[in-house]
T-cell receptor, first 114, second 112 residues
Framework: GAGVSQSPSNKVTEKGKDVELRCDPI?????LYWYRQSLGQGLEFLIY????????KSGLPSDRFSAERTGGSVSTLTIQRTQQEDSAVYLC????????????FGPGTRLTVL | GDSVTQMEGPVTLSEEAFLTINCTYT??????LFWYVQYPGEGLQLLLK?????DKGSNKGFEATYRKETTSFHLEKGSVQVSDSAVYFC???????????FGTGTRLLVSP
């Protein structure tokens, strides 16, 4: 079956522009996660969705970052007024939603802010 | 807060050598522990996991044992192959939380 998909695979933007990153989780997975992988910070958690609500937003680095999930499926991560330090690979993962279940990761979106 | 520490890489081995990648953790409570692998050009994949003390996770010839007394979850393989070349991440998920906390990753390079 289809895995987690993310789009675009690569995004180059100019400092100060807004960007939207999309994640399509595995069908039926109720839990969705965003992580960021960067050279300086390693792999960091950003936000967790259960259904359409986000009980844990503790990893969002600033109020320029926001995310939403609609219909319990697709999620969009939005970064406003991008900065060079936002350059990273943004990873999305999904899981069936029950405790201790494996998180399945997508291929990531590589964001470069010039 | 919770954290995971992994040995620095890269780890360079010849084919059929024994592999150990060290991982230690700091966490309150009783976390579940994981090893994820990222092959070149691919996404993160779960390699193995252990959910309580003394559990041994195993997959594809890799093993790791959850040692609460030493707060460790070292990854081992008896005979590595060139195809094992990848970046390996140790991670934990603490009780009551859904997020994974990752180590910095260890790159493994296996030569023929």
């Amino acid at each position: 079956g289809a895995g987690v998909s993310q789009s675009p695979s690569n995004k180059v933007t100019e400092k100060g522009k807004d960007v939207e990153l999309r994640c399509d989780p595995i069908s039926g997975h109720t839990a969705l996660y965003w992580y960021r992988q960067s050279l300086g910070q390693g792999l960091e958690f950003l936000i967790y969705f259960q259904g359409n609500s986000a009980p844990d937003k503790s990893g969002l680095p600033s109020d320029r970052f926001s995310a939403e999930r609609t219909g319990g499926s697709v999620s969009t991560l939005t970064i406003q007024r991008t900065q060079q330090e936002d350059s990273a690979v943004y990873l999305c993962a999904s899981s069936p939603g029950q405790a201790r279940n494996e998180q399945f990761f997508g291929p990531g979106t590589r964001l470069t802010v010039l | 807060g919770d954290s995971v520490t992994q040995m620095e890489g890269p780890v360079t081995l010849s084919e059929e050598a024994f592999l150990t990648i060290n991982c230690t953790y700091t966490a309150t409570g009783y976390p579940s522990l994981f090893w994820y692998v990222q092959y070149p050009g691919e996404g993160l994949q779960l390699l193995l996991k252990a959910t309580k003390a003394d559990d041994k996770g195993s997959n594809k010839g890799f093993e790791a044992t959850y040692r609460k007394e030493t707060t460790s979850f070292h990854l081992e393989k008896g005979s590595v192959q060139v195809s094992d070349s990848a970046v390996y991440f140790c991670a934990l998920r603490n009780t009551g939380f859904q997020k994974l906390v990752f180590g910095t990753g260890t790159r493994l390079l296996v030569s023929p």
